[in-house]
Antibody, heavy 117, light 109 residues
Framework: QLQLQESGPGLVKPSETLSLTCTVS??????????WGWIRQPPGKGLEWIGSIYYTGSTYYNPSLKSRVTISVDTSKNQFSLNLSSVTAADTAVYYC?????????WGQGTLVTVSS | EIVMTQSPATLSVSPGERATLSCRAS??????LAWYQQKPGQAPRLLIYGASTRATGIPARFSGRGSGTEFTLTISSLQSEDFAVYYCQQYNNWPPRFTFGPGTKVDIK
């Protein structure tokens, strides 16, 4: 059974960079069948896809966030990471990592990141 | 960008009754649509993909239909554990540009 776990700071200051890592267990991140992605959910609101990455490093980003987002992969650690720069209070959300096969079948539990000074 | 809408925003249903949720896309998706269930404090759970295929372990009371721009999720007989928020999601674009609907909350009547 594939499992994903997000990790990273729960509090980030405005204008700084939010950095999260997703560790994948129970399967290889180098599987040729799937992508890996990040989705976020502001408190009390809906879901927003941030971006996805293939194990080769090919990336696809939400156009609304593209200028601030970088997603990378480390196959040796079975991890992929999210960097979101120049954060504001509007970036406060629960951030989820997930396996992407068109739909999102496996999700991490999510981690709340608050942007505040 | 493909815009997803869902109706109604809130659906009040009694246990044992049928619930029908709608999802509409701003352009044709073929059958590249998924449904998710989310309970408070939990990650979304995939229910349906390919518009009508139940994900592993999903009870048969959940069914999806539709193609193109109009889709429905039906819960044939609501159980207490089914009261939650339901989201649809499209995955028709290449390169990927996934978008979610705003959600339908199913609560107890």
């Amino acid at each position: 059974q594939l499992q994903l776990q997000e990790s990273g700071p729960g509090l980030v200051k405005p204008s700084e960079t939010l950095s999260l890592t997703c560790t994948v267990s129970g399967g290889s991140i180098s599987s040729s069948s799937y992508y890996w992605g990040w989705i976020r959910q502001p408190p009390g609101k809906g879901l927003e896809w941030i971006g996805s990455i293939y194990y080769t490093g090919s990336t696809y980003y939400n156009p609304s966030l593209k200028s601030r987002v970088t997603i990378s992969v480390d196959t040796s650690k079975n991890q992929f990471s999210l960097n979101l720069s120049s954060v504001t209070a509007a970036d406060t959300a629960v951030y989820y990592c997930a396996e992407v096969a068109g739909s999102f079948a496996y999700w991490g539990q999510g981690t709340l990141v608050t942007v505040s000074s | 960008e493909i815009v997803m809408t869902q109706s109604p925003a809130t659906l009040s249903v009694s246990p044992g009754e049928r619930a029908t949720l709608s999802c509409r896309a701003s352009q044709s998706l073929s059958t590249n649509l998924a449904w998710y269930q989310q309970k408070p404090g939990q990650a979304p759970r995939l229910l349906i993909y390919g518009a009508s295929t139940r994900a592993t372990g999903i009870p048969a009371r959940f069914s999806g239909r539709g193609s193109g721009t109009e889709f429905t999720l039906t819960i044939s007989s609501l159980q207490s554990e089914d009261f939650a928020v339901y989201y649809c999601q499209q995955y028709n674009n290449w390169p990927p540009r996934f978008t979610f609907g705003p959600g339908t909350k199913v609560d107890i009547k």
